[in-house]
């Protein structure tokens, strides 16, 4: 019912300042007021600080997973007054439309890494492309020094790992039986093998996740689907064409899809999520990435000295 957690005196900030327990307890206290992150903190009465390096969380009730959270992407602390600031191994010195720069924090209190600093160059010829919301949408990465970009040349061009997926929401208008249905019809069928939306930018998967295959359920042909369904979606632009499959599957099978597309690459703010049946969606970052520079020697990832 009660966790002490004691705050290493060797934190600092990315700023140079000392990592102050107040500072901390302060952004606890932010994380609270957030109501999607409020959920991670349901067990806990209250924070306090007990020691000037004691942070002490009261229970309402024993919650083994309590540190677990706290590790989570969700309770990051930065800085309460200044939320780009953290304490981790790099710190962030500059960031515009051309040009991302990470440098290694001096002050960090773990294994500090190899690389010295991180360049991420925008080249400007992206910017002049019209290829819109899709998920083959490229980053391009220029490597080398500004003047340089006149003259570069690609080095390595490849797709990054994404993935799409569609979900069914638990509905009063969907039994446990029709649910199974939809996912025998989807991954049975040949719907997503005749998706026009180029070769090889989507593979269907034959698990939910790794290592936790599909169930092959028996007898679900003669399970009536519901009359009428609302799938929401959101970004990549090709999920239109799949939306637009399964209207046209279910609707043959006498079960009228409505859609609805929320143009966004997450859910955050999307209001029709309380009527959805189903929701599909995309990972936000999946996108092709085109690597150029003049020579692969020119890399400008300064390697820290070793020893």
């Known amino acids: 019912m009660r966790w002490d957690f004691y705050i290493r005196s060797t934190l600092f900030w990315h700023n140079g300042d000392a990592v102050e327990t107040t500072q901390l307890h302060q952004r606890l206290l932010m994380l609270r007021e957030i109501p999607a992150l409020n959920r991670l903190f349901t067990s806990v009465k209250r924070i306090e600080v007990t020691h000037p390096q004691c942070l ?5 009730r024993p919650d083994f997973w309590l540190a677990h959270r706290l590790a989570s992407y969700g309770s990051l602390l930065a800085h309460p007054e200044h939320p780009v600031i953290g304490t981790g191994p790099f710190r962030l010195t500059l960031f515009t439309p051309e040009l991302v720069r990470l440098e290694s924090h001096d002050h960090y209190h773990l294994a500090h890494p190899l690389l010295k600093a991180i360049e991420y160059w925008i080249t400007p010829q992206l910017f002049a492309q019209d290829l819109g919301t899709s998920c083959r949408h490229p980053v391009q990465i220029t490597i080398g020094k500004p003047e340089e970009l006149a003259t570069v040349s690609p080095v390595s061009t490849g797709i990054s790992l994404g993935f799409c997926y569609l979900t069914l929401k638990k509905s009063p208008r969907l039994t446990p039986q029709q649910a199974r249905r939809l996912v025998s019809l989807i991954h049975r069928s040949s719907l997503l093998q005749t998706l026009d939306v180029g070769e090889n930018l989507i593979t269907p998967c034959t698990e939910l996740l790794p290592g936790w295959a599909i169930p092959q359920w028996e007898g679900l042909d003669e399970v009536e689907l519901p009359k009428e369904m609302t799938l929401v979606y959101h ?73």
């Open 235 to 307: 970004l990549p632009v090709e999920l239109h064409t799949m939306a637009d499959h399964l209207r046209h599957t279910l609707k043959a099978l006498g079960c009228e899809l409505t859609l609805i597309f929320y143009n966004a690459k997450t859910w955050e703010g999307c209001q029709q999520l309380a009527s959805a049946d189903l929701m599909m969606g995309g990972s936000p970052d999946w996108r092709g990435a085109r690597i150029y520079s003049r020579t692969v020697a020119t890399l400008r990832f300064t390697l820290a000295a070793c020893t």
């Open 56 to 60: 002490t969380f009261i229970l309402h």
